[in-house]
């Protein structure tokens, strides 16, 4: 049954109307979101790339486990613009102590998924994770 509830929860993220690419571009107006691998990188638009450089922690609660707390998933970006190289660590719990989202270089980034789940209380090995990651100029 809890597959069936993981499908029929892929299928609607899967519906959302913001783009999803490989390398999109933010336009004054919008945002674009994107989905990156571990270890990958994307060019947003000639100002800007974004790499998921690497999964900080991910003590988000496995499927299997009963937790009193849900746990969280953090990551680290490295951005490149024409200021040069920052980092930002987004999280998966959100609040002040672990946000959701970072500024830098006049862009806003937002964790909004870190898959996959987990299902046991094993390690994800490194290669399969996937950030995607909503980016909007601040405006």
Known sequence: MRSLGLVFALLVLSCNSSPTAPGGSVSDSGATTLVLQVGNSSQVNSDLRLSFAQVVEDSRCPASVTCVWQGNGAIRLDITSGSGTQSATLNTAGGNNF???ASVAGYSFT???????RQTPDPVPAQQYRATIRVARVR
């Open 111 to 117: 964790l909004v998924e870190l898959e996959p789940q």
């Open 99 to 101: 946000p959701r989202d």
